[in-house]
């Protein structure tokens, strides 16, 4: 029996697709050309649709660092020579180092800025239709992938997928547009890689490497899915391993060519960037054995998330996620919950059986976001699971359609005869939809700017340093657009600023933008002594940072300290100066008595 198995999957694994009938004894023939085209477009409507009210979102979080405050980005496509050779956030703070390479997501930044300009309705309105080709791709592939299971098992695993609140932050967050343009091109490479094995052309395997290099060009994870690709067809094709290797290696070198491009600009890889446990909250682990319990804590946190998407939270810096020991009983939770769903994939794997590639292909996609080995910039973040609730989603898949009832009429109709006899599946899909769509349209307003964002999150983390400084910088702005228009509101807000900044520092004190915040914040209500204390902090921690000499060069010229505003003035990067600061240099020397340099800085200053 086992034999005839293998010989059925042998023979629809070749090109004859109307040989697949045989392996689906429920229906005639899996999908229609027709058909595939009309579910596929379903799913993307769907997609966009159920995020379509972020359409006129405002710019939120770091969406400042990739198109609101980024000077390639604003170049428009002059400068996506710069965006191909710098680091990610370079056009954003040249003295930021990062260990992020991803011009393709910035490349479409750059064209959409040349065409409509800085317009944040335009980033938001592409984003949506980039999830819809994401739902629109993913269910072709699926349909491809599973074509000898049943009809239902696509469906459901692309519903489930595209209805995940997890992905919330992915698609109201411009800046996330990196994960999505990751995600989606593997998604339509793999595709593509599947058309291949079954027509054999040399121009399917050419497109599907160029999408596969742009999905990684997009963002590193993509990396992890090279794992990824050869487990599809040892699954769902009935290949040799051989030609499964053979078949891997021109991905293998795309990822090659592009960790050598990526060397040649960033350098190693982990080359300059020092991270803190600000960033990733295990770095504040006392020893190995705290260290490796608050691991597991945050690899359960991880699988958790897959399963129940509450609370969504922006950011879950330290100490969102506490620091745990092996007294803590979630730990051992956490172990025998990832070591339960390991051994399922690895059975599979071994039996060949479907779950197993669900249990991996979540595994192994999630690993690059662990800490296990290499230390991540973050412990945790909601949008490191976009690509690996994909197995997940496939799992709780192929467990519903267990629920669907057999028949041996080769006759019936697929679509009628599947609801009236399969209701409780039916029922059970609907209901999680539903529950879906509403976590969705409860949480996604939050996203419309960064004072709701910033807001909301702040309640959930309150144990959260750099989410308090958020709030406050939140306040900080407010106050500084009302300065001129609503003095008494501006000091409210300022006082309300103030009081975020000192949670914040008082959980973590070195964040230079919290003491920047917080000394601007002082200016406002007139405590000079307390301002200059807080910027002068802030450059203790980053000598050249612009936001702090310039408001340190201020205060020192509104208080009449002329010489110490134009000592602190004239040490901002002369690339960083701006025409207001050459302005305020060449009245500081005039009060000086130094005409010279006064009338050199204004006119720099173009006045």
Known sequence: MAKGKKQK?????????????????????????KWKLLIAGAMAALAMAVYAPSYNFDFVYDDDAVVKDNRYVQQG????????????????????????????????LAFEYEVWGLNPTVNHIFNLIFYGLTAFFLFLLLAKLLRDHHP?????????????????????????????????????????????????????????????????????????????????????????????????LPYVGAIVLFLIIRTSVLGGLNAGVTLTYLDNSLLAAEG????????????????????????????YSYSTIPLVNWDDWRVYASLLANLGLLALGLHGLWKRKAYGYGALHYFITVSIFTSLIITNVSAYNDRFLYTPVLGICFLAAWLLVKLIKKTDDPNRSPASDFFSQNFPLVAIVALISSIAIFKIESHLPYWKNRYALFNHDVKLAPNNARMHKNQGGSLARQAVNNQKSNPAKAREYARQAIDELEIALSIYPNIPTGHIHLGNMHIILGNYPEAEASLQAALALDTDNYYALNS???????????????????????????????????????????????THYLRLSGR
């Open 152 to 248: 239902a098992l696509p469906v459901i695993t692309c519903l489930l997928f595209v209805l995940h609140p997890i992905h919330l932050e992915v698609v109201a967050n411009i800046k996330s547009r990196d994960t999505m343009l990751g995600f989606l091109n593997f998604v339509v490479a793999a595709w593509l890689l599947l058309k291949h094995l079954d027509n054999r052309k040399f121009l399917t395997l050419f497109l599907s490497l160029v999408f596969y290099a742009i999905g990684l060009f997009s963002k590193e994870e993509v990396i992890t899915t090279v794992a990824i690709l050869p487990l599809m067809l040892y699954f769902f094709r009935d290949l040799k391993p051989g030609k499964i290797l053979l078949t891997m």
């Open 552 to 598: 340190l060069g201020n205060l020192f010229f509104h208080t009449q300290r002329y010489r110490e505003a134009a000592e602190t003035l004239e040490r901002i990067p002369d690339h960083l100066r701006k025409p207001n600061d050459f302005y305020l240099l060449a009245q500081a020397f005039a009060q000086l008595g130094d005409q010279e340099k006064s």
């Open 9 to 33: 999957r042998q023979k629809t694994a070749g090109r004859d697709t109307s040989k697949t009938k045989s392996a689906l004894p429920d229906f005639r023939e899996p999908f229609s050309k």
């Open 77 to 108: 496509v002059e400068g996506l020579d710069e965006i191909w050779t710098t680091s990610y956030f370079q056009g954003y703070d040249e003295g930021l180092i990062a260990r992020a390479y991803r011009p393709v997501p910035l490349a479409t």
């Open 288 to 315: 190995f054995a705290q260290r490796s319990a608050s691991n597991l804590l945050v690899l359960g946190h991880y699988l958790l998330k897959t399963v129940f998407p509450h609370p969504l939270i922006s950011d």
